[in-house]
């Protein structure tokens, strides 16, 4: 496990095997600042050349759930976080290796602004050698357009950088002014126009689900329509990527859960889980068993319960008059089978929940306490946490350390005394607590379960009950 204080370093690659290198057209989407158009940028890449035939895998750079849930939507397939910290260097070289192989273009949205971030997307783009284009939302300027693009493509001198597209520019005049200072080895690869159509819906915890856009097939074939008269037609230049020394820990885990039914509660109100963690329980052998609070009935047969983050302030009131759903879940709580409730799963757990237009529902009350939705964030970042289980239960112990994030727009008081407290990275300030409540772990942060595998084993397999507060 490496320690959640390291540090990325170019200098600091995992060993690649000799004779594995595959050849990938690969580009990172970034920009100077959030909400510059990265996401529909890279949708429409995404859908335009998937309709072309190819396969497009899709990576987020960051822990955003939300992202990820468009872009797969555009691309048919899964979108795996890809980030140098959450993920690991290990991680991300094994994820590129895998997509190279199998995939005909890979497309990395980046996160925050390019060089936002420890480590940021710039950091990722020098470490792996990947092509940087630049989306920058023109909507107002035009020289400074040339300014924002030097700025992106030479502050860094070792970051690969394919070029600048423009996003929001309705003429070919306001186009051209654009480029009339841009550099002559900075690439112009087009524009997006400002189209209402193709603006897909803003919500509290960013873009709509997906899934809950009725349109979002038409509009992702629209935008894509646009890459037609871009430089974008054409694949980027083709990246090596190597297979890594296989991690031990991650070989063990292979077969580790066979025989064990995790059952993960996954519908509208609870969605935000990551592919990885999914894809962990199934290296491990876990039976998933999916189920939805809002439409089902009962919950199904198993020995482990997830339940993912999500939006259950939009569905309280369902949630709250599913109660034959409830009453299993009460009764599967009795028999002290473990419970890993994140984020949104943790405040179905309380007994009550407000919500933003101060509605009180009454939940589970499997976790004393309550829950009340803010009007402004209340919490957000990357964060690792010592988890005292398994074999190792020194609370400073490395082994037991797991990562994850935070983002959440309500505000927790929960009558127990917490188990642990998480700390944000870089910073190390004091993050979010961890609860032990007889059979559940709960908190408000997202656990990436392949940051340490063996631990993950422990809070699927058996959680130490003994530590419970």
Same mark, same amino acid.
């Given at each position: 496990m490496t320690s959640a204080k390291h540090a990325f370093s170019l200098n600091n690659k995992p060993e690649h095997l000799p004779g594995t290198g595959v050849n990938c057209p690969a580009l990172i989407i970034a920009a100077p600042h959030s909400g510059s158009g990265k996401t529909t940028i890279t949708a429409a890449l995404a859908r335009y050349h998937k309709n072309?035939?190819?396969?497009?895998?899709?990576?987020?750079?960051?822990?955003?759930?939300?992202?990820?849930?468009?872009?797969r939507q555009a691309s048919g397939q899964l979108v795996y976080q890809l980030d140098l910290w959450l993920v690991g260097e290990r991680g991300c070289q094994e994820l590129l290796y895998q997509a190279a192989k199998e995939s005909d273009l890979i497309l990395i949205e980046g996160v925050m602004g390019l060089f936002d971030g420890t480590p940021s997307s710039a950091d990722l783009a020098r470490y792996f050698n990947i092509p940087v284009l630049g989306v920058i939302d023109a909507k107002a300027m035009a020289q400074t357009f040339a300014a924002l693009a030097h700025g992106l493509a030479k502050f860094c001198p070792e970051l690969p950088f394919a070029g600048v597209f423009a996003n929001r520019v309705n003429s070919e005049r306001h186009a051209e002014l654009l480029q009339e200072n841009l550099a002559s080895d900075i690439t112009f690869y087009g524009r997006l126009p400002k189209d209402n159509e193709v603006t897909l819906p803003e919500r509290h915890l960013g873009l709509v689900q997906a899934q809950e856009l009725s349109e979002i097939d038409a509009q992702l074939d629209l935008v894509a329509s646009y890459i037609n008269a871009t430089k974008l037609t054409e694949l980027p230049a083709a990246v090596e990527f190597f297979a890594v020394k296989q991690d031990e820990q991650i070989s063990d885990i292979t077969g580790a859960l066979a025989g064990t039914r995790v059952i993960i509660i996954k519908d509208r109100a609870f969605s935000f889980i990551y592919a990885a963690n999914i894809a962990f329980l199934q290296q491990a052998g876990a039976e998933l068993v999916y189920? $939805?609070? *809002?439409? @089902? $009935?009962? *919950?199904? @047969?198993?020995?482990?319960?997830?339940?993912?983050?999500?939006?259950?302030?939009l569905y309280a009131q369902q949630l709250a008059e599913n109660h034959?759903?409830?009453?299993?879940v009460k009764a599967f709580a009795a028999t002290n089978k473990p419970i890993i409730a994140e984020c949104g799963g943790m405040l179905y757990l309380l007994d009550e929940l407000t919500n933003f237009a101060g509605q009180q529902y009454s939940l589970l009350g499997l976790l004393p306490g309550k829950a009340v939705m803010q009007e402004k964030l209340t919490a957000i970042g990357s964060q690792w946490v010592v988890l005292p289980f398994g074999d190792n239960t020194g609370n400073n112990n490395s082994d037991n350390i797991i990562r994850g994030h935070s983002f959440h727009y309500s505000k927790a008081e929960v009558r127990l005394t917490p188990l642990s407290q998480t700390r944000h990275h870089p910073s190390e300030r004091l993050g979010e607590f961890v609860y032990l409540h007889n059979n559940i772990l709960a908190s408000y942060m997202h656990w990436y379960l392949p940051s340490n595998a063996k631990l993950a084993l422990s809070l699927f397999g058996n959680i130490n009950t003994s530590s419970e507060s």
């Amino acid at each position: 496990m490496t320690s959640a204080k390291h540090a990325f370093s170019l200098n600091n690659k995992p060993e690649h095997l000799p004779g594995t290198g595959v050849n990938c057209p690969a580009l990172i989407i970034a920009a100077p600042h959030s909400g510059s158009g990265k996401t529909t940028i890279t949708a429409a890449l995404a859908r335009y050349h998937k309709n072309q035939g190819k396969k497009v895998t899709v990576f987020k750079v960051g822990p955003d759930f939300i992202d990820p849930m468009i872009l797969r939507q555009a691309s048919g397939q899964l979108v795996y976080q890809l980030d140098l910290w959450l993920v690991g260097e290990r991680g991300c070289q094994e994820l590129l290796y895998q997509a190279a192989k199998e995939s005909d273009l890979i497309l990395i949205e980046g996160v925050m602004g390019l060089f936002d971030g420890t480590p940021s997307s710039a950091d990722l783009a020098r470490y792996f050698n990947i092509p940087v284009l630049g989306v920058i939302d023109a909507k107002a300027m035009a020289q400074t357009f040339a300014a924002l693009a030097h700025g992106l493509a030479k502050f860094c001198p070792e970051l690969p950088f394919a070029g600048v597209f423009a996003n929001r520019v309705n003429s070919e005049r306001h186009a051209e002014l654009l480029q009339e200072n841009l550099a002559s080895d900075i690439t112009f690869y087009g524009r997006l126009p400002k189209d209402n159509e193709v603006t897909l819906p803003e919500r509290h915890l960013g873009l709509v689900q997906a899934q809950e856009l009725s349109e979002i097939d038409a509009q992702l074939d629209l935008v894509a329509s646009y890459i037609n008269a871009t430089k974008l037609t054409e694949l980027p230049a083709a990246v090596e990527f190597f297979a890594v020394k296989q991690d031990e820990q991650i070989s063990d885990i292979t077969g580790a859960l066979a025989g064990t039914r995790v059952i993960i509660i996954k519908d509208r109100a609870f969605s935000f889980i990551y592919a990885a963690n999914i894809a962990f329980l199934q290296q491990a052998g876990a039976e998933l068993v999916y189920c $939805s609070a *809002l439409e @089902d $009935s009962h *919950l199904p @047969d198993g020995d482990v319960l997830y339940i993912p983050g999500g939006y259950p302030e939009l569905y309280a009131q369902q949630l709250a008059e599913n109660h034959t759903f409830i009453s299993d879940v009460k009764a599967f709580a009795a028999t002290n089978k473990p419970i890993i409730a994140e984020c949104g799963g943790m405040l179905y757990l309380l007994d009550e929940l407000t919500n933003f237009a101060g509605q009180q529902y009454s939940l589970l009350g499997l976790l004393p306490g309550k829950a009340v939705m803010q009007e402004k964030l209340t919490a957000i970042g990357s964060q690792w946490v010592v988890l005292p289980f398994g074999d190792n239960t020194g609370n400073n112990n490395s082994d037991n350390i797991i990562r994850g994030h935070s983002f959440h727009y309500s505000k927790a008081e929960v009558r127990l005394t917490p188990l642990s407290q998480t700390r944000h990275h870089p910073s190390e300030r004091l993050g979010e607590f961890v609860y032990l409540h007889n059979n559940i772990l709960a908190s408000y942060m997202h656990w990436y379960l392949p940051s340490n595998a063996k631990l993950a084993l422990s809070l699927f397999g058996n959680i130490n009950t003994s530590s419970e507060s």
